[in-house]
């Protein structure tokens, strides 16, 4: 699904965001990428996700390289920012429908859709508040929720965990589970080992941009 060849991100002559990083993870894998913040690991996720361009090196999903990979008509992926992409001023509802009008639904599937998603998750109390009125763990969960409108083949989840309560992150962690099929590859960016266990079969250990063998004070 995901292969990584020598790849570099430099923001500046002396910086090094990612320095020759090596990484191949398989077609339903789940693969926690766990490190310190700065250690990388948002870096090589935004740029799977196309947000970034390598300075150097090849990124391949599903064998097309990352340049000439089209998200929209390629692979179906989802992506969870540690800061979600709302529209901000929109309903949740609004939000919704925005995303099925996109892909081409007609209105009485729309309405449908949406109904549907509101009593599977029981999210009737926030359909008519505005994104903006939401605190960061509901938007985390409406991001999740979100991305259930589809199947996955690749999910992509930044290092949100640090930024929710307990209760909140057993929510988010049920929603992954859920989202994850057996086709669906997974992969996660933690800081903590703990969460990646819980949620990956295989982590990937970062430190100072580069890829390591763990996270022991000796390497």
Sequence with gaps: MLQVKNLYLKYTREY?????????????????????DES???????????????TKGEV???EIP???????????AGYVPATPVFLEKKTVY????????????????????INEIIIEYAIEKLKDTKIKELSLEEKYVLSLIRLSMRELDLLLVDNIFDHISEATREVVFNLIKKLKTKKTTLVVATTQSEIAQKLCKRSIYFKNGSVVPSLDKED
């Design 94 to 113: 609004e939000n919704f429908k925005y995303i099925l009008k996109n892909r081409g639904l007609d209105e009485s599937s729309i309405e449908s859709k």
């Design 66 to 76: 990352i340049e000439k990979l089209n998200y929209k008509t390629d692979i179906s």
């Design 16 to 36: 090094f965001a990612l320095y020759d990083i090596n990484l191949s993870i398989g077609e339903g894998e789940s693969v926690a990428f766990v490190g310190e």
């Design 60 to 62: 391949y999903v599903k």
């Design 40 to 54: 990388g690991k948002t870096s090589l996720l935004r740029i799977i996700s196309k947000l970034e361009k390598p």
